[in-house]
C-alpha cells in the first residue's frame, strides 16, 4: 500500500507542475497578445497623429494665409470707400484667425506645443493668429467709422460746399476709431514678447512683418482717432472759435518757409468756416515796443 501512496503523490505532484506550465504559458501568451494589441494601438495611434498633424500643419498654413489676405483685401477697400466689401473681408479675416487657433486647440496641436523644435513655432503661430484676429475686428470698427461718416475713399460727405463740417456723424465716430486703436495696441503687446530666434524662417519674417504694420496701423489710428475726438471742439461745436490765419509768401523765404505777409481771422461756429477778409501784415494794428534782448534788437530792431 505505501509504495502505490509514493507513486500516487508523484503523479499528483507531477500533475499540479504540468498545470502550472500550462497556466504560465497561457498566462505568458495573454500577456504577448495583449502586448501585441497595445502595440498595434499604439502604432495606429502614431499613424492617426501623423496623419492629424499633416491635417493640423495645412490647416494652419490655409488659415493664417486666408486671414492675411483677408485683411489686406480689407484694407485696400476702405481706402477705396468699398465699405460693405471691407466689412465681409474683415469678418472672413476673423473667421480665418479662429480657425488656426482651433486647429491649434486640436489634439495634434496640442502635442506640438510641448514637442521639441515645434513648440516655439506653435507659440508665434498662435500669438499671430490672436493678432490677426484683433486686427480683423479693428478693421471692423474702423469700417462701422467710415459708414457712420460716408466715406467713399475720396473724402467723408461730413464736408459740405459752402465751407461747413457736419459734426455730429464725426463725434459719432470718434468712439470706433478709438477702439480700433485701442485693439491694434492689443494686437502689438500680443506680438512685442515673441521671439523671432529658434522658429522657422517662414514664421520669423511673417511675425516681423506684421509687428511693423500693427504697429505703424496702430500710430495712424491714434492719430486719427484724437483727431476725430478733437475736431468738433476746434470747429466751434461747443462755442465760437476765432483762429489767427497766417498765409506765408515764399518768394521772400525764411526759416520757416516764407515771409508771413497776409493774415485774417478764421471764424468758426456749429461747424461752420468763415473768412471775412484777408490783410497785409503792413496792415496790422500799431503795438508798443516789446522788450526784447540786445541781439534780437540788432538784429531785427
Known sequence: MTPRSG???????????????????????????????????????????????????????RSMQAARADIERGAQALLEGDVDSAETAFLLARRAADGTLGA????????????????????????????????????????????????????????????????????EAAPLIERAADVLGEARLILEPVATAGIRESIAEALASTKDRIASSEGLTRSAANLARLLPTLLGGDEPRRYLLILQNLNDPRGSGGFLGIYGILEVTGGRLGLSHLHHAGELPTVPPVDAPRDVRRAYG
Open 7 to 61: 507513486n500516487g503523490s508523484r503523479t499528483a505532484v507531477k500533475e499540479r507542475v504540468r498545470v502550472r506550465i500550462r497556466v504560465r504559458k497561457r498566462r505568458t501568451f495573454r500577456r504577448r497578445r495583449w502586448l501585441r494589441r497595445l502595440g498595434l494601438i499604439v502604432g495606429l495611434l502614431g499613424v492617426g497623429l501623423a496623419l492629424d498633424s499633416i491635417w493640423v500643419v495645412t490647416e494652419i498654413e
Open 104 to 171: 491649434l486647440d486640436h489634439p495634434a496641436g496640442v502635442l506640438a506645443r510641448v514637442l521639441p523644435g515645434l513648440s516655439d513655432d506653435t507659440s508665434a503661430v498662435r500669438a499671430l493668429a490672436q493678432a490677426a484676429e484683433k486686427t480683423a475686428e479693428a478693421g471692423s470698427e474702423l469700417a462701422r467709422a467710415a459708414e457712420i461718416t460716408d466715406w467713399n475713399g475720396d473724402r467723408a460727405a461730413v464736408l459740405e460746399p459752402g465751407g461747413r463740417v457736419r459734426l455730429g456723424p464725426i463725434a
